[in-house]
């Protein structure tokens, strides 16, 4: 079946530094892929995706790239800010009767600090 | 406009009560997920509703789960003899026609005593 790997937190930095957080997976077919971060208190947010292979999906500064090649979906993020400081979950969709089943990550904690 | 509302936010039970938790999803959207999301751990998938009907519910882990959408938008996930293992946030998510997109409500917390 689908699974997704992405490397274990907490990952702690200061602000400003490079943020790269990794993402792995396994697909039979030819799934999209998501990062969605939950911030403390608040639900799942979707943060950034893509559709197909070698597509970038960016939002607030974060970005991944669609590597089939390598079944990765690195996120990264040049200068992170301490308001970054969240749950960051990667995750691939399925296609199941119609609708697109999601398979999530365990989740990487990121704490930035001042 | 509004988001994807799930009430209660939290709930507490003891082992063997029956519990519904319920998802608004937002308006137009046909597409209906569940998961559920234990501590520490990423959502995992419990059914899926395209419009009334269950198209998917091949994530729901025995038949003391039960899910219902009756007229296509408000879904309730019922519960029966709770156990102590189903404690958990449950998470409900939307999605509108075309898109492969899901956005999540603030989820229940489940705890079973």
């Known amino acids: ?114 | 406009g509004a988001g994807v509302s799930q009430t209660p936010s939290n709930k507490v039970t003891e082992k063997g009560k029956y519990v519904e938790l319920r998802c608004d999803p937002i308006s137009g959207h046909t597409a209906l997920y569940w998961y559920r999301q234990s501590l520490g751990q990423g959502p995992e998938f419990l059914i899926y509703f395209q419009g009334t009907g269950a198209a998917d519910d091949s994530g729901l882990p025995n038949d003391r789960f039960f899910a219902v959408r009756p007229e296509g938008s408000v879904s309730t996930l019922k519960i029966q003899r709770t156990e102590r293992g189903d404690s958990a946030v449950y998470l409900c998510a939307s999605s509108p026609p075309t898109s492969d997109t899901q956005y999540f409500g603030p989820g229940t917390r489940l705890t079973v005593l």
């Open chain 1, 1 to 114: 079946g689908n699974s997704v790997t992405q490397m274990e937190g907490p990952v702690t930095l200061s602000e400003e530094a490079f943020l790269t957080i990794n993402c792995t997976y396994t697909a039979t077919g030819y799934p999209s892929l998501f990062w969605y971060v939950q911030y403390p208190g608040e639900g799942l947010q979707l943060l950034l995706k893509a559709t197909k292979a070698d597509d970038k999906g960016s939002n607030k500064g974060f970005e991944a790239t669609y590597r089939k090649e390598t079944t990765s979906f690195h996120l990264e993020k040049g200068s992170v800010q301490v308001s970054d400081s969240a749950v960051y979950f990667c995750a691939l969709s399925e296609l199941t009767g119609g609708g697109n089943k999601l398979t999530f990550g365990t989740g990487t904690q990121l704490k930035v600090e001042l």
